[in-house]
């Protein structure tokens, strides 16, 4: 019988001291390592393969120049984080400390598009036709190379001409959002609303083209 993988929450997640490395970011776990060149960065990769092919489950992995590593884990049948999830993070970050790589937790940024509609069937197709997105349910999209951003519809239930159709999702470590927030409203923003925090704040920018700034806290 084939291996069930057990569900493990944002909460148990982040909490868990052996993961500092690593953000919780849109139901996927995320690690930046700093190599000291990217030759160094390069050479690791094989070993991060060789690990995740011995637990059977792998990683997306992102190499930039001068030796910057993105890491991303996720269980795709499940939708969000397992325990295997937890424990090729544990190994990563082993053989990250093994090389002396440098780890960068607070700068992960996870972006949505949400569109609002009141006829989401009707302005879905035409999303997905010049994204070139696919499916993620009834009322989303994706990227099926899994490097632009997932694309959702918010249903309205009346037409909102005084306000931008079109806003943008921005989630971040839970912690360092607030300091998102601030910096946003320094560069010019304002608060909407922080009715959700911490699960989102609203601000708009100074023609009132709102996002929000998200984390997986405080969702039910």
Known sequence: MAYAPRVVSDVEFSVDPTLADWRVILRRAEAVFRAPSL???????????????????????DLR?????????????????????????????SLAAAEGFTSEPGTFVGVELAIDAMDISAVKPFWQAVLGYVNDGEHALKD??????????????????????????????????????????AAGGTLVS???????????????????????QDRG
Request: charged residues 20%; negative net charge; hydrophobic residues 45%.
């Open 39 to 61: 030759a160094a960065a390069a050479a690791w990769i094989p070993k991060v393969i060789a690990a995740a092919d011995a637990a059977d489950h792998h990683p997306d992995i």
């Open 194 to 216: 922080a009715t959700r925090a911490r699960s989102f704040w609203v601000v708009a920018d100074p023609e009132g083209n709102e996002a929000c700034i998200c984390t997986w």
């Open 144 to 185: 099926p190379l899994r490097l632009g951003p997932p694309v959702w519809f918010q249903q309205m239930e009346s037409p909102r001409p005084q306000r931008n159709r079109i806003h943008v999702d921005v989630t971040v470590g839970h912690d360092v959002a607030e300091a998102r927030l601030a910096a946003a409203l």
């Open 65 to 93: 120049y001068p030796g910057r590593l993105h890491v991303t884990l996720t269980t795709h049948a499940t939708g969000g984080l397992t325990d295997l999830d937890v424990v090729l993070a544990r190994e990563i970050s």
